[in-house]
């Protein structure tokens, strides 16, 4: 391959780093990034077990744990989410590269690259960026051979189908060994071959090619599979039991974040309110234009088009219907489906371009970016995790022996456990294991009880607000109301000073 081959891909990988390192570990946990830091700090066999014991595979928990001695684990356990998430961006641009020429590839990796969820995950200490990434690899794989079907019906080792099917099975099989969110996309790919096949004028052999890759695939990951089969403590569909029912605000907010470059909250099933709506709406109407006309300039070469299309459109769909039954559908396990998105946004914006005069050209790509930035920034000011860190800061600085700590979320604990100092976590956590009738109890017999309110992992879309005020029933009136940041409310409720302003 010649350099300047090379140099590009490695600039995108390099510019689209960048904005996945700014602020990488300002940021606190949530509750699914305390859950890795715990379980990268594990020793090795017990890190295995307890992966497989809770339905995760252990490879990245694994690629993780030498991380943990680093310090600020913020910044570490996030390292590697940014870094796979920018080569993510470096996929999506040698595919709308190879599809559509290097003005289709450098737009897409702009969608994808400053896209607010794209920027989300990458900045999350959990896998799913690598999934992304190796999934990616794998369409790769797949394109190479869509643009060649009498080669990839052929021996699967001859130099012209060999990089593609190696692509596909590796991406593919890696990518299962990382979550089993990788399952839909083996159903992808195989509907894809079989579009291809339909394709190839009656050559059965990419049919079979792609059976042998399969086969491939079970070889590299069937063994795993068996592990978690006999170390998982409950089936797969009781770990989503906590996934409310399907309704049209989920079902935009998995979308909208997803394809149309809107804020999603890490905690809630809430968009996050952008200052100029209508900008953003600007975005999503230029990429509806864009990947519209992107499946219209595809129609002659149906084969790439099956290749883009069905890699865009089967896994939403599915998981929409299924969620009918089981709810399902959620940004990050249907993350990977933006990459084609992108890919075809890419292509289909390239193709607008072409109308223009080089002047206009520049003007457009230039007011895209500037759009798109614009929007991005709007992920960096927006809180889209709750501040923990400075819960913990204010409980361990106001609370005194003695006191109760009553936790509306159970799981706040192990939140606030990461942020207490050392010397304070006995003290603020030692009476924080009940519920609110024995926050109750403890005012009855003179404790403070400090109430805390906010999510420590995602679920309902309440307000802290709602539920402190609906607790007054059973605690009394407050004596002080406190917010750590825009989404945790403490308050404090003291019965001497209760007795105080009665008359007592």
Known sequence: ????????????????????????????????????????????????????????MPSFFLLLRPLVPLGHPEFWLRLPSAVFGAVAVMLVFLIARRVGGWVAGSLAALVIGLSPIALAFSQEARSYTLEMSLILVALYGLVRLAQDLPAASGRMLAPQARAGWLAYVLGTALALDVLGDGVPWLIAANLIAVALTVLAAGQRGFLINMLKADFAVALLTAPFYLMLELHQQKGFVQTLAWIPPLNIARLWYSFGSVYFMRVADSVTFRLIDFPSPVLVWVIDAVLVVAVGVATWRLRRRPAMLAVLGISLVFLPVLLTAISLWQPVLLPRYILWSSAPFAILAGIGASALLEAFSPRMRAIAVAAAVGLLLINAASYYRAETKPRWDLAAQMLAQEMAPGDVLYLHDFYAGKELQIYLPADKQAMVLNDSQGDLNHAAQAMSQGKRVW????????????????DYRESEAVLGPPVQVQN???????VLYDPSAALINSGW
């Open 451 to 466: 109430a805390v309110y906010g999510l420590a992992g995602q679920g309902s879309e309440r307000s802290e607000k709602q």
């Open 484 to 490: 750590a940041g825009k989404r945790i409310v403490i």
């Open 1 to 56: 391959m010649k350099a300047p081959d090379l140099a590009w891909p490695g600039a995108v990988f390099l510019l689209a780093l960048l904005p996945r390192l700014i602020g990488l570990g300002a940021r606190p946990f949530w509750l699914d990034e305390v859950f890795t830091l715990q379980r990268a700090s594990l020793s090795t066999p017990a890190l295995v077990q307890d992966s497989f014991a809770n339905h995760h």
